[in-house]
């Protein structure tokens, strides 16, 4: 089971658009010095849309190498073109990682057969771990509870779920449908400020961008939670809350987030590739404001 604090890890670049090994490297030792328990590579946030396949490959050997069995590494294998996605997970598959996160078919809105037919593929061209990314914003179609249950129920490899829904009733509804089948189901919550609805609803945690900037603070917020200490509880959900804001800084927000990581004091430059944009003058303000005022940098 994949449980506790996830991290969707951003893809250094250099200010050439080109993977920088070691700033990747740097990023990915602070993150599983810090607490993370398991970190995903080619996410949203690592901008998976934006890498050729060539890249994705020379960054995914170079990730599981670097983790080291450490802590969990899943990959990002989800695409528009079935063949390729299948090509990549088995690759990852080969390459040793833990298991796939895989998103759903997105441009066109697909019928819930559709969905399933595309999940059942993938699921019988590996023995990988599957966690399916349910992010309906981008896809325009949604993971019904109903869908999950079906899947996991003839496929055992479809091991979790990353619900990016803001409603955590949605969660909610897989947690009690789905866990009832199949109690190891991870089900991770993709909004940050979820993470302790998540908990008290029965699920397993978060796989959230804002772990990339502070996440000492989720990892103090999950031992919190666990020691029913609700006064940090509190503390750390007000400045979970506060550092929202950095997603709505920039668009794509994966500019944004490279900021404000940044700003932390990572020796990384915030470069992204395109159609994202460097980040302005006023946005850095913005940042370095946000961080400030959630007292995680000093003023």
Do not use: W
């Amino acid at each position: 089971m994949f449980r506790g604090i996830l991290s969707p890890i951003i893809t250094v670049l250099d200010e050439q658009g080109r993977l920088d090994f070691k700033g990747n490297e740097f990023h990915i030792n602070r993150l599983i010095d810090n607490g993370i328990n398991g970190i995903l590579f080619l996410g949203s946030i690592g901008e998976f849309f934006a890498l050729s396949m060539e890249e994705k490959k020379a960054f995914i050997t170079f990730a599981i190498k670097t983790v080291n069995k450490r802590v969990p590494v899943l990959i990002g294998t989800g695409g528009t073109v079935q063949e390729e996605v299948i090509e990549l997970t088995r690759f990852a598959e080969q390459a040793g990682a833990d298991a796939a996160v895989v998103i759903s078919p997105y441009y066109f809105k697909l019928e819930t057969e559709t969905i399933y037919r595309y999940y059942a593929n993938l699921a019988r061209s590996t023995s990988l771990p599957i966690i399916l990314y349910n992010f309906p914003d981008r896809t325009a179609s949604d993971l019904t509870p109903e869908l999950v249950l079906r899947l996991v129920k003839e496929f055992d490899n479809i091991v979790g779920i990353k619900d990016t829904v803001d409603n955590i009733s949605h969660t909610r509804k897989v947690i009690q449908l789905v866990k009832a089948e199949r109690p190891d189901f991870s089900v991770l919550s993709g909004f940050d400020e979820y993470l302790i609805p998540n908990l008290m609803a029965g699920g397993d945690g978060v796989l959230c961008g804002l772990t990339n900037i502070v996440p000492q603070v989720f990892a103090d917020l999950m031992n919190a939670y666990a020691a029913k200490d609700l006064d940090k509880v509190a503390a750390a959900q007000a400045q979970i809350s506060l550092l929202m804001n950095l997603y709505d800084v920039s668009q794509p927000f994966v500019a944004g987030i490279k900021g404000a990581v940044a700003a932390m004091g990572v020796p990384i430059v915030p470069a992204v590739k395109e159609p994202a944009a460097e980040l302005t003058t006023t946005q850095l303000q913005t940042i370095q404001d946000l961080l400030k005022k959630a007292e995680v940098i000093r003023s």
